[in-house]
């Protein structure tokens, strides 16, 4: 996920080490449910995604722990296929997503919701990454996605952008990090240095002076494209669309936003609407403030 090139610069610039921490990268495919599972079995004691996912598995008991660091805040654009003008036309389409209960649909079921559209108003269907939906989107295969607000060309060139990430009311973050309970208890001052380090990759990345490297981070780190990449990055120094909690200065946990991914979660697993903010964020380890 090019969101993260502030770790992945951490990493090439041995700021985790400078702090005292041997970090390995465990990457998982299949979205969230793989890294809840690697979670929930012990092979890895942080995750990093959307805060939906942690939540639903949270509420069914399948993980224990919390978010204590925020990466990406609300970075999700409504897009359309060419010829749609209003939310309500889309009653009856099919809707692109990356799986079912996945992150942008439930952010899609929010906003659907939020404009008075239910889920049976719809087809969800599955139908790929971010790239392979707008394929999927141009050729007419869906008729609405979820995409990254990071990749708003690609997004225009393929159909419309209906509602801005920054104009949605529902603002739910996209790129969060999740570490167990035991290793909250245990770790408490680890945590704290992985934020540090990974504020320094920020800072890293945002110096023009790193331009090339931090490209290089985003592309060996992500496997993102270099066009990808340089998007990623000039979108996440725009605080004025990406939003003050994309790689900020605290990497805080932005509260608004995690009690709507509580609201939205609650759509598809009932079981979330009863946690709190409390419960789901650690906020002695980052804060609530970018």
């Known amino acids: 996920n090019s969101a993260l090139t502030p770790f992945y610069a951490a990493l090439a610039q041995g700021f985790f080490k400078q702090n005292g921490l041997n970090v390995t990268v465990d990457a998982f ?13 012990g092979a890895v004691q942080i995750a990093s995604g959307g805060p939906t996912n942690f939540i639903g598995d949270l509420a069914k008991g399948v993980v224990k722990g919390q978010i204590f660091g925020e990466s990406q805040d609300a970075n ?20 692109g997503v990356s799986g079912i209960n996945s992150a942008d649909e439930i952010f899609l079921e929010a906003t659907l919701e939020h404009y008075g559209i239910s889920p049976s108003q719809v087809t969800f269907l599955t139908a790929g ?89 985003c592309e060996t780190g992500s496997g993102s494209t270099a066009a990808e990449c340089t ?27 995690i009690q709507q991914a509580i609201q939205a979660t609650a759509l598809v697993i009932p079981a979330a609407g009863k946690l709190t903010v409390s419960q789901v964020v650690d906020s002695s380890v980052a804060g609530t403030q970018p």
């Not at 989107?137 to 995409?147: D, E, R, V």
């Not at 739910?172 to 945590?191: E, G, N, R």
């Open 231 to 257: 998007q990623q990055i000039a979108y996440a120094e725009n605080a004025a669309v990406a939003g003050p909690w994309t790689w900020s200065s605290t990497y805080a946990v932005n509260p608004s936003g």
């Open 129 to 217: 990454t971010l790239a392979e939906r707008l394929t999927a989107l141009s050729t007419g295969h869906i008729q609405a996605t979820a995409n990254s607000a990071s990749f708003r060309a690609a997004e225009e060139a393929a159909g419309t952008v209906l509602i801005k990430s920054e104009d949605n009311p529902i603002k739910v973050p996209t790129v969060t990090f999740f570490a167990t309970q035991s290793f909250i208890a245990s770790h408490p001052a680890a945590l704290k240095s992985f934020i540090k380090a990974v504020v320094e990759g920020a800072k890293w990345v945002k110096n023009p002076a790193n331009q090339a490297g931090a490209l290089t981070a």
């Open 29 to 41: 495919h299949g979205g969230g449910a793989t890294s809840v599972a690697a979670l929930a079995t």
């Open 76 to 95: 999700y654009d409504l897009v359309v296929s060419k010829g749609i003008t209003n939310i309500s036309q889309l009653k009856g389409k099919t809707i």
